[in-house]
């Protein structure tokens, strides 16, 4: 499946490959009829792609679920393939999940029970503290051993040495091989990834059986399989490791195991670099690698994610080691966003209830992490990234606040989205287990095919042409690797270099040794050629361990009049010949700004794509309040603006140009973006556009009158989700506000609000528009008995042509929060135990806690 030239006619109405897919929690009894129910109603609110997580009994001491029939039998595969029949049937996509459960590898645990020999191993490091005079035995099965005073290092002893000690304050440090086995037998072994055979055996017990049994959808209803978070231990261990290391990096490992593990030296340093170095290189090519190669034989596309990739230092101490590697063994790289990894608002440390007691964790990061996917994908000419979002987010997430974390990710290059979650199940402790649960028993659920259309749609635009980035930014993976004393200055480092240039409009990529020094790039004239990519400037934060051929591609871009840009330099490093030592107080002067923008520089992202005929700008709005500013383009063509939202286009009133640029007025609420385009579009008749917020006084504003009442309840019963019709509910008089004070704090659903109101004649020849100002948090309008339509995120504002009387008009709108209210108030999931209910119903309870406003807040106001 290739990405395609763009099209006027697919960006209205994208393919279901580009309409987002729910993780579709199969946690109960499977069955035909229940299949083809939710698929329809999936259907139905336009969430075309599903991904069938199969979720057995793999945590049954701390999340059991009741699935059935068994992962991967008969009976199951059967239904599995009635399952992919009736999406075919209904145009949508299936994305095979290759896993019972996460993470992905381990054939939920089938794999080490029935071959215990590839069970996961890693280094593990033992201390031994006789006194003198006594004698100790090193283990047979040790690696190495090594016998210390203080924290000097005496000589290495051998496997089965005996010694006696001599003196006082001397230590054996031991160096073993472990092999993980389950501590229970309801616990799941996991297998070592390292070792190829473990690949293989995965793929023939589980990729294999899917193909003998939906094979003929493959390529088409199922154009892919997602491999969830695989993992191995940091640091790990594998069979005939020492010996492959010897032979690829040039020395016996075993001797300098304790460098792993401690020392500052610049020789442990380069131990722990290219002990990572092998490590990661193996894991890359004997898991991803394989998987990709079997995949592309039977015409599917190989996607996933890890874990942790949301951490700078991550790779230093979680089991993926290098995600470059992992990503170029991918078709479609992705990220995973869950627990508001990225969410508006200030970063904050908040406490979660855990069993023993709380836990501290900072959420709100907003890590720039997307770009590494990204990056790889724009090197390799990839069409597409994915994320993985919302999963232990709490059921107080709005669209509004979707709209924000999606449109964070898409403009640093995410443009696919597959989001948690439809449970097949909500009975008894289901109810609980993960939230958002999105599907009928959510209230918001009716309004979730406006935030469909318009990711599909944004999905289609930022995946045409080709990304429009001419800077990168060395990534310092061997100064991560090598931890020590530089470690975390090297991190914020990079942090404080890649937020600055997002804070300056100057996109770009990163790009590491292996890309710096492989066969794909080269020095031109014209730039540094990486890939498929061509970048003019290199910028270049805290490193001492920049491998020399990567240094010296550098020199040669410098020499060829490419700009290479450092920025905290340790003062003893050599510099890279050629290139420029700055501050943040004069690195401005290095940059050229995708866009150039009059106001509100922090919080305005942008990214540019080429197109065959033209080029495309996605400018988002990152602050938690409405923006007003100017943006300058360096383009020929008149502008014209795509709406994801309603698939719609057209021209912009008030561009102006001047001096060979195009000036353009932009206002944007709260999770609002624009996406402007500039083509050849002569013969094209599309009607002008103001912008889309007015700032001139209204010409009506309706204060008094309201009235209000519930017409559905959502609530959490003792059983499962329920939803309560309330038709004849008593109405309050209500002014525009949160409505918890007269609702309670419980109230989650939708509440009826009408206001009679009087508008003179002159007022209506010119009136445009009704703004509803603040919603909490969706809503449906409705003048004199005519729908003026739905809206889920600001602007809260409709089209009032031909609607608007003179003298006495009826506005109805019907008003629709979240769940939040009832999970963070209810007492009825309290009866069930945390290893029931799972570790996250406590963490969305927290989140949900924060979000339970509700209601019209209004101001209510008639505009031209």
Request: include cysteine; proline fraction near 6%.
């Amino acid at each position: 499946m290739k990405s395609k030239p763009f099209c006027w006619e697919e960006f209205s109405a994208p393919e279901a490959f580009y309409w987002p897919g729910y993780i579709w929690f199969w946690n109960d009894r499977i069955t035909a009829s229940r299949l083809r129910r939710q698929l329809r109603d999936m259907a139905d609110r336009k969430a075309l792609s599903v991904w069938p997580f199969a979720w057995p009994n793999f945590r049954p001491t701390t999340n059991p679920t009741s699935m059935s029939p068994e992962y991967l039998s008969k009976d199951f595969l059967r239904l599995y393939k009635q399952m992919v029949r009736e999406a075919d049937r209904l145009g949508m996509k299936v994305w095979l999940y290759d896993e019972g459960g996460w993470p992905s590898g381990g054939v939920c645990g089938r794999l080490v029970r029935e071959n215990p020999s590839l069970g996961s191993q890693s280094l593990r490091r033992e201390e031994l503290y006789p006194k003198a005079g006594e004698t100790v035995d090193v283990p047979e099965d040790c690696l190495s051993a090594f016998l210390y005073k203080g924290q000097r290092r005496i000589r290495r002893l051998k496997p089965s040495q005996r010694i006696v000690v001599t003196q006082k304050g001397m230590r054996v440090v031991v160096l073993k091989r472990h092999i993980h086995t389950s501590p229970t037998p309801t616990v799941n072994s996991y297998p070592d990834l390292l070792n190829p055979a473990v690949t293989r055996e995965f793929l023939r017990m589980t990729h294999e059986k899917y193909r003998e049994t939906v094979g003929k959808y493959f390529g088409e209803t199922i154009p892919l399989v997602f491999t969830d978070e695989p993992k191995v231990p940091n640091p790990p261990w594998t069979k005939g490791l020492a010996k492959d290391f010897r032979r690829t990096m040039g020395y016996d490992i075993l001797p300098h195991l304790p460098s792993i593990f401690e020392g500052d030296s610049p020789k442990d340093m380069r131990v722990r670099i290219d002990f990572a170095d092998w490590w990661s290189r193996r894991y890359a090519d004997a898991y991803f690698g394989q998987i990709q190669r079997w995949c592309r034989k039977n015409g599917l596309l190989s996607v996933g994610h890890v874990g942790g990739e949301d951490e700078t230092l991550g790779p230093s101490y979680h089991g993926y080691g290098h995600l470059f590697r992992i990503y170029r063994n991918l078709d479609i790289p992705g990220v995973d966003t869950i627990w508001r990894q990225i969410f508006p608002g200030k970063k904050t440390v908040m406490d979660f209830p855990s069993g023993n007691g709380s836990s501290k964790k900072t959420v709100n990061v907003n890590h720039y992490f997307p770009k590494f996917a990204a990056s790889v994908a724009h090197q390799q000419n990839k069409p597409w990234v994915v994320t993985e979002s919302f999963c232990v987010y709490g059921s107080g997430l709005t669209p509004a606040r979707m709209k924000w974390v999606t449109d964070f990710q898409y403009v640093r290059g995410v443009n696919l989205m597959t989001m948690g979650a439809y449970p097949l199940s909500t009975r008894d402790h289901y109810m609980g287990t993960q939230r958002p649960a999105f599907g009928p028993s959510n209230p918001i659920w009716k309004y979730m095919d406006l935030y469909h259309a318009y990711t599909a749609r944004l999905s289609y635009l930022l995946s045409r042409g080709k990304p429009d980035v001419q800077a990168a930014v060395y990534y310092p993976i061997r100064d991560i690797w090598a931890k020590g004393p530089e470690q975390k200055a090297v991190g914020k480092s990079l942090d404080r270099l890649s937020r600055y240039l997002l804070e300056h409009q100057t996109d770009y990529d990163f790009i590491d040794d292996d890309m710096l020094t492989g066969t794909s790039s080269r020095v031109t004239p014209d730039g540094l050629i990486a890939g498929s990519m061509l970048y003019k400037t290199v910028f270049v934060p805290r490193t001492r361990w920049m491998s020399e051929p990567a240094r010296k591609q550098l020199a040669a871009f410098a020499r060829a009049g490419g700009k290479v840009v450092c920025v905290d330099r340790p003062t003893d490093v050599p510099k890279i010949k050629g290139s420029v030592l700055t501050d943040y107080r004069r690195l401005g002067k290095s940059l050229q700004p995708v866009v150039e923008v009059s106001a509100h520089r922090r919080f305005v992202r942008v990214l540019k794509r080429k197109l065959r005929n033209g080029n495309l700008y996605f400018l988002t709005n990152e602050s938690q309040k409405r923006i007003h500013l100017a943006a300058w383009f360096d383009e020929v063509y008149e502008p014209m603006v795509l709406d994801p939202e309603t698939g719609r286009r057209s021209f912009m009133d008030g561009a102006k140009k001047t001096r060979g640029r195009w000036r353009i007025e932009i206002t944007l609420d709260f999770a609002g973006s624009i996406v402007v385009l500039f083509e050849n579009c002569e013969k094209c008749a599309f009607e002008k556009i103001s912008n889309y917020r007015l700032r001139e006084k209204p010409l009506l504003e309706i204060t008094k009158g309201f009235s209000a009442g519930p017409i559905r309840e959502y609530r959490v019963g003792k059983r499962n989700l329920e939803v309560l019709e309330r038709p004849r509910a008593r109405r309050k008089a209500i002014r525009p506000g949160d409505w918890r004070k007269c609702l309670g704090e419980g109230f989650s659903g939708d509440v009826e609000y009408s206001v009679t109101f009087s508008c003179p004649k002159n007022v209506v020849e010119t009136a445009r528009c009704l703004d509803l100002g603040d919603v909490r948090c969706a809503c449906e309008a409705f003048l004199n008995g005519q729908s003026l339509g739905r809206r889920a995120w600001a602007p809260f504002a409709f089209s009032i042509d031909g609607a608007l009387r003179a003298g006495k008009n009826e506005l109805k709108i019907i008003v629709t929060n979240t769940l939040a209210n009832q999970y963070a108030t209810t007492k009825n999931i309290d009866r069930w135990p945390t290893n029931v209910i799972g570790p996250y119903h406590a963490i969305g309870k927290v989140f949900e806690t924060d979000s339970q406003a509700g209601g019209l807040i209004g101001p209510v106001r008639i505009l031209t």
